[in-house]
């Protein structure tokens, strides 16, 4: 009888169950990554600006 079961159904029975907890904690560590991402650009961007505006004003005080 097992044999008369299509190949996909065999596969998928012998697949083990999906891994949730690993799962979750992939996506926390995925989640704190982009995080410190986002915190590193954000502190860097008042000195970013800040180096920005003072070019801009050379080039306007060179014109």
């Given amino acids: 009888m097992d044999e008369a079961r299509p190949r996909a159904q ?8 999906l891994d949730l907890p690993f799962l979750l904690r992939r996506t926390s560590e995925l989640e704190l990554l982009i ?3 986002l915190v590193v650009a954000l502190l860097q961007l008042p000195t970013r600006l800040a180096a920005g505006f003072e070019r801009l004003q050379v080039h306007l005080d060179e014109g």
């Fill in 10 to 17: 065999k596969t998928a029975a012998a697949r083990p169950p």
């Fill in 35 to 37: 995080s410190g991402v």
